[in-house]
């Protein structure tokens, strides 16, 4: 019996959960390091001067008064040269002589002297001669002072000087009061008005200038035709333009040009005429007056006239300015200053027209005109600069689409690729064309960050805000398109390694091209081995390569040892341990169980593979993550700050590439790996868990020592992080019992016992499972040794010492199974029994079923029924819904079905237990018809066996219930026949049998011996036909009934009814007695006699068809029973030639001799229950082979 027991291995159900689940753990544990832990971050401007934005421009003030670049004092000053300067420098030495002279004079002077106003009047010129020497000997200082500020060398900004004519104000002011008749009365006033002017405007006193203006009206209306006319003109039209008073200043301005046109003032005047008009706003007139300006100076004083050049020079730079108040009138200043001064000069005059353009906010006509520029002047230096002012109006504007086609037309602009500017500039090798291409340069570069940055943030934003992934996605494509770019044209910028690893994170995040992905990582790598995305950039080559292979389908043929590409393959991503995502250690349910798939899966080795050319390059990726992070703590070590702090995934990614090799069954590689996971850090989680996966190969490998190795190791560690010293020696103890299963396979028995009792001694407090199985493995190998008894001993030690341990039931079972095997049936059957303290367990079960055989075989009946009533209690306890489970559990009604049967087979005694047992199976057990045929049929013998007469409502109504539940058993399962539905149909027929009984009762107990008068005779014949007939009706029932399911042998008994129906009416119409009254004459009671035979002998024939054919129809089913039998010595009866007895005839077959002469129960009914018995580890079955369809009629 040994053949079929082998020893229990600790590892299997143990180990096979290291390559996926990891079993009694008590927490889950993450390899974070798989694709799906990458982070997508926000990423920050790439542009610096676009963080923050540039304070807005103020608005240009339209109400204040605007001036042109030319002043009456500049003529003056224009004039005074160092020439001029010395030879007045000479005249203020006289002049100062002359004032003391003067003031000498005067003193002596009487007060009556005529000559008094003469002298006031020559003092006040001198003081006013003098007084504007020393001015513009100031303002000479003060204009190179503040020419040394701007440039840089003076850090103070000089005070503009100013004018004091006190002196001289107070002696016009004497010649006024004290002399009005004064001839020179106009000078006085002129002198006088404009020093009030000048002082009060310097004084900020306006009520001295006020008297000014006085002074100057007084002249102007009292001497009209002095010469100083004009000036005054001037002198008033200036002060009215400085208090923005512009009618009073154009009047004046007017008065000169109308009235004094050969005056030396005419220009000046003309000239400031078109500033009042710009204030106005008239700028056409602007325009116009300007080019009068122009035109007057150039035709009348040429270069000699005092400061016409640098007058003419200031009108046409005025006209700029007039020319940008103007829309769209850069067209006509270009040709207006082409035919006035020529085509040098008129480009400088465009180009201030655009500065102006820019200033004013005159946006379109600014990129017009810088426009033209770039397009007439394609190979000048200064298009880089005219396009970014084009860029810089636009970015004031702020619409994107404009900045960004303006950009992207300098980008093509530039292009050295396709450039003209480029090439015409690089030709010339001078300092301006190189500074312009250093400019264009980093100007481009900092275009094209802009715009792509731009669609970067753009698209983040979108993501964010509107979650409206596929808008997004489009913003995306077009930053990675301009990164594509920048990097192209400045593969060696600062910003390429920022540009590329934002690149890199668009490919993988967002456009899922995790080629382009991988290949732009790698390119940040190279740019800068040390750079802040170093560990970034690497761990997504990594992830990218990972979902290249995700997205790969491909299956190894083993026969080519090759790897082919096709749709219906798996994704590669499989071979990377986790999913390719993470390697997670899951909780298991404690009393979850392994299938046998997973234990045998545990115990096989991988085939090995090789590589796919994703995973090589998952795997070198890998390798280089390590590289440089281990150089990276290197440079730390070294110094290198910014170097520290990385690396924190080595472990990680140490294991999934070793991983890789795992899944492949390269198991030394893998075993390196893992290897190196472990001494890399050893108190890392992943450490732990590359050992756990270690284990798992060794058990693969079947390398035991390696795994009690390992697993010792791990126990001798102090700090660990997820390894369960539990575990841990379950693994020992899987090593050791391992080993002692080779020992015990090699038939080292002693070698055996001594591991098994290694692991006794050292686990049986601390792990006890493991020591059951353990001790359950030495009673194995004592069978072997064929020392039952000692293994008995065992068993029970495995029961008594480990009550709790999953193999103690299997221990109590396996001790009746040697107790059977030795014919100690008694002792099997306790041993069995014994087992119903295991409630929760299926073997428990199916012990007690074999008890119950045993005690039954040995007609313990009371000892057997209660087996099965402690089946009935262990099997409804059953959990899980495994097949076992579910077939034990099904045996139940079964079970309360051969209670009764066991009784049965006690008699009388047991009667009343029999009869409540099949109640109990129509009662308890609705879902099973089957059963209910059998319990009301064996009711019905029961009920007919006690007192047939007495009991004859009840045995009808049983024989219809078992009818109906026979029909209910054929109807819920009809395309599916199976045996038990087969018996039902027997037990159906003796129930119909039974009750067919009592009408063959109703027609035998009619008799002809009881009729006393011919009266009587035709209404007895009338009744016994009908009950003849009444009976053979319900017999051809049972017939068809019990032919059709499976009730052979009650076809044959109603079919010899029938035969009896008919020889029982002819016997008692052949027997009938005559009746007094006609036996008195003899010729009547002749007649009677011959009229009685005349009906009886068509009733014999048919009584001799009728057992005929009985004995056909049993030979036809094969059925030779004590109805058939019956049939052939009734039909001998009738007909002793045609079916002559045994004894007349030695030739006949002695078959029905040998037959039980009445088996009125079906022995099927009892392998209905007891089909198997579970013997060890297989099952030995009872139940015969399935009858042909032919044979289905067939009854026993």
């Known amino acids: 019996m040994m053949h079929c027991k082998q020893l229990l291995r600790l590892g299997a159900a143990t180990i096979v959960t290291l390559s996926a689940t990891y079993a009694h753990a008590q927490a889950d544990e993450d390899i974070e390091a798989g694709s799906a832990t990458k982070k997508v971050d926000k990423k920050e401007s790439l542009v610096e001067e676009e963080k923050k934005k540039a304070a807005p421009k103020p608005k240009r003030d339209e109400d204040k008064l605007q001036t042109g670049g030319f002043e009456v004092e500049k003529f003056d000053q224009l004039g005074f040269s160092d020439k001029v300067r010395a030879q007045e420098m000479e005249k203020s030495k006289i002049r100062q002589r002359t004032i003391k002279t003067i003031e000498s004079l005067l003193e002596r002077a009487a007060p009556g002297d005529p000559n008094r106003p003469e002298y006031y009047f020559r003092l006040a010129e001198a003081w006013w001669e003098e007084t504007r020497f020393e001015y513009l000997v100031e303002m000479a200082k003060h204009n190179k002072d503040l020419e040394q500020f701007e440039k840089g060398i003076l850090k103070e900004k000089p005070v503009q000087p100013v004018e004091n004519y006190a002196k001289a104000i107070g002696f016009y002011e004497k010649i006024l009061q004290q002399h009005p008749t004064y001839g020179r009365m106009a000078e006085v006033l002129y002198r006088l008005g404009k020093a009030a002017m000048q002082q009060g405007k310097a004084l900020g006193d306006k009520v001295l200038s006020q008297k000014g203006v006085q002074y100057l009206n007084r002249l102007i209306q009292n001497h009209q035709t002095s010469p100083l006319i004009p000036k005054a003109h001037l002198a008033l039209a200036e002060y009215f333009f400085e208090a923005n008073n512009l009618t009073l200043a154009k009047m004046n301005y007017e008065k000169i040009t109308q009235n004094y046109k050969k005056s030396e003032l005419f220009n000046y005047a003309l000239y400031k005429l078109g500033w009042v008009y710009y204030n106005l706003r008239e700028f056409q007139r602007t325009i116009e007056t300007f080019q009068q300006v122009v035109k007057e100076i150039g035709a009348s004083a040429g270069a000699k006239e005092r400061g016409s050049i640098e007058f003419r020079d200031q009108a046409l730079k005025d ?88 950009m992207r037309k300098f980008l093509a602009f530039s292009d050295a690729r396709t450039s003209p500017w480029v090439a015409a500039l690089k030709g010339k090798k001078d300092g301006k064309s190189s500074e312009a291409l250093d400019k264009a340069d980093k100007m481009g570069e900092t275009y094209l960050l802009f715009i792509s940055n731009y669609y970067h943030q753009l698209a983040q934003k979108t993501e964010e805000e509107t979650k409206d992934a596929e808008k997004a996605r489009g913003f995306y494509a077009k930053a990675v398109a301009d990164y594509e770019e920048f990097m192209r044209r400045w593969p060696n910028a600062k910003k390429t390694y920022v540009v590329s690893f934002y690149a890199a994170e668009i490919y993988y995040d967002f456009l899922k091209d995790f080629d382009k992905a991988r290949k732009s990582y790698e390119r940040t790598i190279r740019l800068d081995p040390e750079g802040e995305f170093l560990e970034d950039a690497a761990l997504g080559v990594i992830y990218s390569t990972e979902e290249l292979m995700r997205n790969k389908r491909a299956c190894w043929l083993d026969k080519d040892q090759k790897w082919v590409e096709r749709p219906d393959c798996p994704p590669l991503v499989a071979s990377v341990a986790g999913d390719g995502v993470k390697v997670t250690k899951f909780k298991t349910a404690k009393k979850e169980e392994l299938t046998e798939e997973q234990i045998k899966g545990a115990n096989l080795p991988k085939a090995r593979q090789e590589l796919h050319e994703l995973e090589k390059s998952y ?237 039954v075989a040995l007609n313990q009946y009371k000892d057997a029924a209660a087996a099965y009533d402690k089946f009935i209690g262990v099997a409804n306890n059953l959990k899980g819904d495994d097949e076992k489970t579910k077939r034990l559990k099904g045996l139940v009604a079964d079970a309360e079905m051969e209670k009764g049967h066991v009784f049965d087979r006690m008699g009388t005694e047991g009667a009343k237990q029999a009869a409540a047992a099949y109640a109990a199976v129509v009662t308890k057990y609705p879902a099973r018809p089957d059963l209910h045929v059998e319990a009301l049929s064996r009711k019905v013998e029961t009920l007919r066996l ?79 036909a009908e009950a003849l007939k009444k009976a053979e009706a319900e ?32 016997e008692d119409l052949f027997k009938a007695p005559v009746p007094p009254e006609v036996e008195r004459f003899p010729d009547l009671a002749d007649q009677y006699k011959l009229a009685i035979e005349q009906k009886a002998v068509p009733i014999e024939e048919q009584s001799l068809a009728a057992l005929g054919n009985a004995i056909k129809i049993a030979h036809n089913l094969g059925v030779y029973n004590k109805w058939s039998k019956l049939a052939g010595d009734y039909a001998a009866k009738v007909s002793p030639d045609a079916y002559p007895t045994v004894e007349k005839d030695p030739n006949l077959p002695k078959a029905a001799e040998t037959v039980s002469a009445n088996e009125s129960t079906d022995p099927a009914t009892s392998a209905a229950f007891v089909t198997t018995v579970r013997r060890g580890k297989f099952t030995v079955s009872y139940k015969p082979k399935a009858a042909a369809p032919a044979d289905a009629k067939a009854g026993k």
């Open 319 to 406: 006209l700029v300015q007039a020319y940008a108040e103007l829309d769209g009138a850069w067209p006509k200043a270009e040709a207006y200053f082409t035919e006035v001064e020529g085509e040098a000069k008129m480009w400088e005059r465009l180009f201030k027209l655009a500065e102006i353009y820019i200033s004013i906010d005159k946006d379109k006509d600014a990129t017009d005109l810088l426009t033209h520029f770039i397009e007439k002047r394609p190979t000048d230096p200064r298009c880089v600069d005219w396009h970014e002012s084009i860029v810089d109006v636009y970015k004031k504007l702020g619409a994107f689409p404009d900045i960004e086609a303006a």
């Open 619 to 855: 795997v070198a990726a890998a390798d280089k993550y390590v590289e440089l992070m281990e150089r990276s703590k290197a440079d730390c070590a070294a110094g290198k700050k910014k170097m520290c702090g990385k690396g924190k995934k080595v472990p990680e990614i140490m294991y999934l590439a070793a991983s890789a090799y795992y899944d492949r069954g390269q198991y030394k590689e893998a075993i390196s790996g893992y290897e190196r996971v472990y001494k890399y850090q050893e108190d890392n989680k992943v450490a732990e868990i590359a050992v756990k996966t270690l284990i798992d190969i060794y058990a693969r490998l079947k390398e035991w020592p390696k795994i009690e190795e390992w697993a010792e190791l791990m126990l001798k560690r102090k700090n660990r992080l997820i390894l369960d010293p539990k575990d841990l020696k379950k693994y020992v103890a899987v090593a050791v019992a391992e080993q002692a299963r080779e020992l015990a396979d090699k038939k080292d028995y002693d070698g055996a016992h001594a591991k098994y009792d290694k692991i006794l001694a050292r686990f049986k407090s601390e792990e006890p499972e493991l020591a059951a199985v353990a001790l359950y493995n030495k009673a194995l190998i004592y069978e072997l040794q064929q020392q039952d008894k000692t293994a008995i001993e065992t068993y029970e030690r495995v029961v008594k010492e480990f009550p709790k341990a999953k193999v103690a039931p299997e221990a109590k079972f396996n001790v009746g199974l040697l107790y059977e095997a030795m014919t100690n049936f008694r002792e099997a059957a306790d041993a069995f029994l014994d087992m119903a303290k295991f409630r929760d367990n299926a073997d428990a079960a199916q012990a007690l079923i074999n008890a119950g055989t045993i005690l």
């Open 946 to 1024: 006690a007192d047939a007469g007495k009991n004859r409502k009840d045995v009808v109504r049983a024989a219809d219930d078992a009818s109906k539940a026979y029909d209910n058993a054929r109807s819920k399962d009809n395309d599916k026949p199976d045996v038990r539905k087969g018996n039902a149909g027997v037990w159906a027929a003796q129930a119909m049998f039974y009750k067919s009984e009592y009408l063959f009762d109703d027609f035998d107990v009619l008799t002809l011996k009881t009729v006393k008068n011919m009266k009587g005779l035709i209404p007895t014949l009338q009744k016994k």
């Open 1035 to 1066: 017999y051809f029932r049972v017939f068809d009934q019990a032919a059709a399911g499976g009730g052979r042998g009650w076809a044959a008994a109603a079919m010899f009814r029938v035969g009896l129906l008919y020889y029982n009416f002819k």
